[in-house]
């Protein structure tokens, strides 16, 4: 699915954008109006990773940035430590 996240299951939400006008108070003005009100939407920033699966595969997922942050999922190691031979 687009636009959702596939660790939390965030999507984008709805809200308004509000178009004001005028100097607020407290710099001097009389005050700021509300010229117009429109619907928007709010969405999740999505980053697509190669991450570490507990079944012991990697995989790529669309994983929003605070699941990353938060260590919901692991990043899958790109190359291997390296290792003295013995």
């Known amino acids: ?9 965030k999507k984008p939400q709805v809200g308004n954008s509000v178009e004001t ?31 570490a ?9 669309r994983v929003c940035t605070q699941c990353i942050r938060s260590g919901a999922i692991r990043k899958a190691v790109k190359q291997k430590p390296f290792k003295l031979p013995s």
Request: charged residues 20%; proline residues 4%; positive net charge.
């Open 1 to 9: 699915m687009a636009r959702v996240c596939q660790v939390c299951g």
């Open 21 to 51: 006008r005028g100097k607020a108070k407290y710099l001097g003005g009389v005050g700021t109006k509300v010229t117009g009100i429109t619907r928007r939407q709010f969405r999740p920033n999505l980053q697509t990773v190669k991450a």
């Open 53 to 61: 699966l507990p079944s012991g595969g990697n995989r790529r997922l």
